[in-house]
């Protein structure tokens, strides 16, 4: 199932206005999300889902720890940035990111990182060089791309 605004907002889909549709599809396994600003909470447990591919997109570390509170059995992550938000200090950094899947998605064995498209990319290679030793030692298979 794919959600997608065809008029975004400067802002995008906020959090909240996906509740309803979340909650008439509690079976839902794979969910594609574009265009999503991170304002508002899900308040909702996807226990079926396995695999979140989110495009397009501006979530800050809250927004990141409340969509992984909500899926609780995900096993596939992927988060593409997108281009909501020019300015990219609405983004996770690499350490919310780290703490948020490890406190919060438990069953994660694949996490795709894509912030080609920010050209004001706060990762630098040591905190990539980081996430990834943490995340091959629960067994976590990561791809990360960085702007260039």
């Known amino acids: 199932m794919t959600f997608q605004s065809s008029h975004l907002q400067e802002d ?25 600003e991170g304002a508002g ?3 909702v447990i996807l226990d079926k889902l396995t695999n979140l591919d989110v495009q397009y997109s501006v979530l800050n570390g809250d927004s ?31 350490s919310e990111a780290r703490a948020a899947i490890l406190a919060h998605a438990l069953n994660l064995n694949s996490l795709h990182l894509d912030r080609s498209y920010d050209w004001e ?18 067994g976590i ?7 260039s």
């Open 12 to 36: 995008g889909i906020h959090l909240d206005c996906l509740k309803p549709l979340l909650r008439a599809a509690p079976n839902i396994a794979n969910l594609t999300l574009r265009g999503i």
């Open 41 to 43: 909470t899900l308040e």
């Open 64 to 94: 990141l720890v409340n969509i992984l509170s909500a899926c609780p059995n995900l096993e596939s992550l992927k988060y593409d940035i997108g281009e909501i938000d020019d300015s990219g200090y609405n983004q996770f950094t690499i």
């Open 121 to 138: 990319d706060s990762w630098d290679d040591d905190d990539v060089a980081s996430m990834r030793r943490v995340m091959e030692e629960r």
């Open 141 to 147: 298979r990561l791809e990360v791309h960085l702007a």
